[in-house]
């Protein structure tokens, strides 16, 4: 008998009883027979896991990781680095072998921009070694996005490429052998791979494809994004600053518009006061004006009167001025004869 931990997904052919929500409970030991043990590994072989001691020795010259370090060989895994093949987008791929040190030293990843990049490692996995990838958790706290696969095959030949987004806010330096995944591997049972599968397609450069696509590519930074912001945000400010500068006039506009209408309201009670006045003055005049008319006519009239009885004093007894003596008849000169005799 051996002791094996449980919950695992053995079912009751080997005489433990599978129960739902096994996986999530706290593990124990159970007695399973080598027979049982047998059986059950015969129906789901179990692949293991390789130790540092086996990645040291697979980055040998005779080992599977071709160009490794045995310094990145830690525990359960090994951290490939960053090679020299580096894939920006609306260029062809650049090897940085081939730049100065300055010019090295001056590449990074915008922010906000996509590149692609190749393994400084290459991998001759045999047939019954894969490997599981995973991200650094170093990268993840610089807003480094990792893109691409995640599980290689058995029998891979090539490096490995790896997508790099850009989500921070500052350049990343792209710097060859620099730490960009981890790699676990696990070496499985003869009888798992089928004789007759495929080889995986091996990769030694970007594919043509991809170089396609990259060429093609135009990225949305986000400093592109913040300055297109920034310049909605000043337009909104021109715009409320207009707002409320032509507020500011309407209001002053209205003020001015109410004080010309206090102004012309004064200005038109003046004029009727003025005016009450002047036909107020007006009418006197007139009262005034026809006193003396009256007056006048009256000094006129006494004058004429006057003139009248100094002329008639003036005329002699018996005629008018201007009239001809009157003929007297025979009887009256007869009676003024007698009279003077």
């Known amino acids: 008998m051996r002791n094996i931990p449980y919950p695992l997904t053995i079912d009751e052919e080997i005489g433990v009883d599978s129960r739902p929500g096994m996986f999530y409970n706290p593990p124990r030991w159970v007695n399973v027979s080598e027979e049982q043990l047998t059986s059950y590994e015969g129906r789901n072989p179990m692949s293991a896991q390789l130790m540092e001691v086996s990645l040291r020795d697979a980055v040998q010259p005779e080992g599977f990781i071709k160009g490794g370090d045995a310094s990145c060989a830690e525990g359960l895994k090994y951290d490939f680095r960053l090679g020299t093949r580096i894939l920006f987008s609306g260029e062809q791929p650049i090897d940085t072998a081939n730049l100065s040190e300055h010019e090295r030293g001056q590449l990074a990843l915008p922010p906000g921009h996509l590149a692609f990049v190749m393994t400084e490692e290459r991998l001759e996995l045999p047939d019954t070694i894969k490997a599981e990838l995973s991200l650094k958790r170093k990268l993840s706290h610089l807003g480094i996005l990792v893109l691409g696969g995640f599980c290689v095959d058995p029998g891979y030949r090539g490096r490995l490429i790896f997508g790099l ?106 004029r009727r006061s003025t005016e009450d006045e002047f036909r107020k003055t007006l009418t006197d005049i007139q009262r005034r004006t026809a006193g003396i008319a009256a007056t006048i006519a009256i000094v006129c009239a006494i004058a004429v009167a006057i003139a009248s009885g100094i002329v008639l004093q003036k005329i002699p007894t018996g005629g008018t001025v201007g009239t001809p003596p009157a003929v007297r008849s025979p009887a009256d000169a007869g009676t003024a004869n007698t009279n003077s005799n």
């Open 165 to 270: 987004y850009n989500l921070s806010s500052s350049p990343f330096p792209l710097m060859p052998g620099r730490k960009l995944v981890a790699a676990q591997f696990f070496e499985l049972p003869p009888d798992a791979i089928p004789a007759k599968a495929a080889p995986p397609e091996p990769l030694d450069d970007f594919p043509d494809d991809l170089v396609r696509f990259m060429l093609s590519y135009a990225p949305i930074s986000q400093e592109g994004i913040r300055e297109s912001i920034d310049e909605i945000k000043k337009g909104l400010d021109d715009l409320r600053q207009q707002f409320h500068s032509r507020e500011e006039w309407f209001t002053r506009f209205q003020g001015l518009l109410g004080d010309l209408g206090a102004d012309l309201k004064a200005e038109a009670e003046n």
